[in-house]
């Protein structure tokens, strides 16, 4: 993967990171109703991918099979 094609990814993830944080940090604090838990859940599992994937970008080596 050539690195401006790293780099424009990684900035990607972190824009969508930034995005799911704040509407994740707008949540109530206490989640008390089904649809409140499933939401934090899911905001919580979709923040968990973005920062493995830009672990996985951060890398020096980068190999894409396919």
């Given amino acids: ?4 094609e790293r780099r424009a990814l990684i900035e990607g993830l972190r824009a969508e990171h930034a995005k799911i944080s704040s509407s994740y940090q ?3 604090f ?3 109703t089904p649809n409140r838990r499933a939401r934090k859940e899911a905001h919580e599992l ?3 991918r973005i920062e493995s994937d830009i672990n996985l970008l951060g890398a020096r ?4 099979e396919g």
């Fill in 26 to 28: 707008k949540l109530p």
């Fill in 30 to 32: 206490v989640v008390d």
């Fill in 61 to 64: 080596t980068v190999f894409i």
């Fill in 46 to 48: 979709k923040l968990a």
């Fill in 1 to 4: 993967m050539r690195d401006d």
